[in-house]
T-cell receptor
Framework: GAGVSQSPSNKVTEKGKDVELRCDPISGHTALYWYRQRLGQGLEFLIYFQGNSAPDKSGLPSDRFSAERTGESVSTLTIQRTQQEDSAVYLC????????????FGQGTRLTVV | AQSVTQPDIHITVSEGASLELRCNYSYGATPYLFWYVQSPGQGLQLLLKYFSGDTLVQGIKGFEAEFKRSQSSFNLRKPSVHWSDAAEYFCAVGAHQAGTALIFGKGTTLSVSS
């Protein structure tokens, strides 16, 4: 597609439920990032995929969070047993890999846990 | 570990006045440096980036930034601010080698007064 696509754009879920967020990166982009942006906060790095390398999961806040990526295409971020503090905008970005490659961001998924 | 500090959480400038947003980074290797802007209700857009060469880089919308290795800084400047520049600005650092994620600062909110 022309840009990074994320779905759903908004998600309201009950505390304790599992949620899945989807990211379709730009075709040909081998790098994919997930970030979390809480209200009034900066971008918190969650996980990074690059090609067939092992993902960098160092930013995942707890074992309730996991992410998968199929080859160099779609990625899903799963949050199990959601808590109210998980409420945030989840941003996905993709890029080529190389000198100074720009990360292109999706519009994000706004997750509200009630 | 790499980190980015944006010391100013919120700045207000008058329309037509000059602007400087500060960014300091901590990185063990030669960094790539980026400035992104997030306008209300919009996704993140790249303003400019530095990865080598001339330390003064020009970006879109009349912005520029200067890389100062000795000060570990990459401050964003604009000579004359427009009301439409009101937004949140994020500085980010990445590595030259593949396989590492972009790390963002917490952002600076810019308000423009008339």
């Amino acid at each position: 597609g022309a840009g990074v696509s994320q779905s759903p754009s908004n998600k309201v879920t009950e505390k304790g439920k599992d949620v899945e967020l989807r990211c379709d990166p730009i075709s040909g982009h081998t790098a994919l990032y997930w970030y979390r942006q809480r209200l009034g906060q900066g971008l918190e790095f969650l996980i990074y995929f690059q090609g067939n390398s092992a993902p960098d999961k160092s930013g995942l806040p707890s074992d309730r969070f996991s992410a998968e990526r199929t080859g160099e295409s779609v990625s899903t971020l799963t949050i199990q047993r959601t808590q109210q503090e998980d409420s945030a905008v989840y941003l996905c970005a993709s890029s080529l890999v190389g000198q100074g490659a720009e990360a292109f961001f999706g519009q994000g998924t706004r997750l509200t846990v009630v | 570990a790499q980190s980015v500090t944006q010391p100013d959480i919120h700045i207000t400038v008058s329309e037509g006045a000059s602007l400087e947003l500060r960014c300091n980074y901590s990185y063990g290797a030669t960094p790539y440096l980026f400035w992104y802007v997030q306008s209300p209700g919009q996704g993140l857009q790249l303003l400019l980036k530095y990865f080598s060469g001339d330390t003064l880089v020009q970006g879109i919308k009349g912005f520029e930034a200067e890389f100062k290795r000795s000060q570990s800084s990459f401050n964003l400047r604009k000579p004359s601010v427009h009301w439409s520049d009101a937004a949140e600005y994020f500085c980010a650092v990445g590595a030259h080698q593949a396989g590492t994620a972009l790390i963002f600062g917490k952002g600076t909110t810019l308000s423009v007064s008339s």
